[in-house]
């Protein structure tokens, strides 16, 4: 507890992102994960690995991008500081720890930076208007990456808003559905769109198992997106037994994708008619 106060005091974070609740977020996280690494190692050293062998197979190592740098525990940033001449780290927040650690290496650059575009108008929002469109884009120093790695947020950046949204107002359940796979794939055409090699990393869906691991429950992380067969697949025991309740267990499905490219328009769903698509 004491370490987590920490951390909400001297973590440098704007007012906005502070009251969307993105430093608490990323402070339970760290929290989470300090009580369960264990179970979340193969997850970490899964989504390390593919990055490395996104890495190891441009040919270029100017700039390498990482976006949701989060924590860095799923993130090989030493190796990929050794590799590329600058390491670009984009959070909507950095703890102080994490910033700590970047500062002992020299080419990292760390930016606070909302991906999704929607932080000011979800705190400006009122009853009656529409939901803000999502507008992704990254900042001038992020352009042109050899690598751009999109690290385990792509569910993460519908949550807060619409956990903020739903905390102080009754929103439609199908609008705020449809809300959220705009946002996924608003950032989904932004990674499409850039020009180095992508990887993506993300989860797909949470199960929620009994204490013998049977299934209760299954939510659908994309919101429809269907992202089609990913590259590599495996599963993530975000919470054991007891971390979230002493009846279920909460694990993820991930995907990992080494060199994302957007599939055709059939293959990622429904209300994706928008997005460039790539031949
Ligand atoms: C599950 S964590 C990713 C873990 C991270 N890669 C690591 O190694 O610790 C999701 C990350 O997405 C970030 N995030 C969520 N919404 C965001 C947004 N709109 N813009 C930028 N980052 C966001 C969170 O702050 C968090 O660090």
Known sequence: MLNELFHYYTSPCPKIYRRLG????????????????????????????????????????????????????DVPLQELAKQFDSVILIDIVHLIRVRSFCRKLDNIVMLEHDITGLAEAVLSYRLGMALPCPSAKLPDIAQDADLIISCNLLSQLAITPSQYLQKHFIIDAEQLANWQQEIIASHLSLLADQSGRRVLLCD????????????????????????????????????????????YQLQSAVFGFSDWFLPNKNVIGRRFGSLPIVP
């Open 22 to 73: 993105y430093l608490s977020g990323l402070i339970a996280i760290q929290a989470r994960y300090k009580r369960v690494a264990e179970q979340w190692r193969p997850h970490l050293e899964n989504s390390r690995k593919l990055i490395l062998q996104a890495a190891s197979e441009v040919s270029q190592r100017n700039k390498v991008v990482v976006l949701g740098s989060g924590l860095l525990i």
């Open 204 to 247: 797909a869906c949470h199960n929620y198992l009994d204490k013998e691991g049977r299934l209760l429950r299954r939510e659908e992380m994309l919101h429809g997106i269907n992202l089609g067969e990913a590259e590599q697949q495996w599963s993530w025991l975000i919470a054991p037994l007891g971390e979230l309740d002493g009846q």
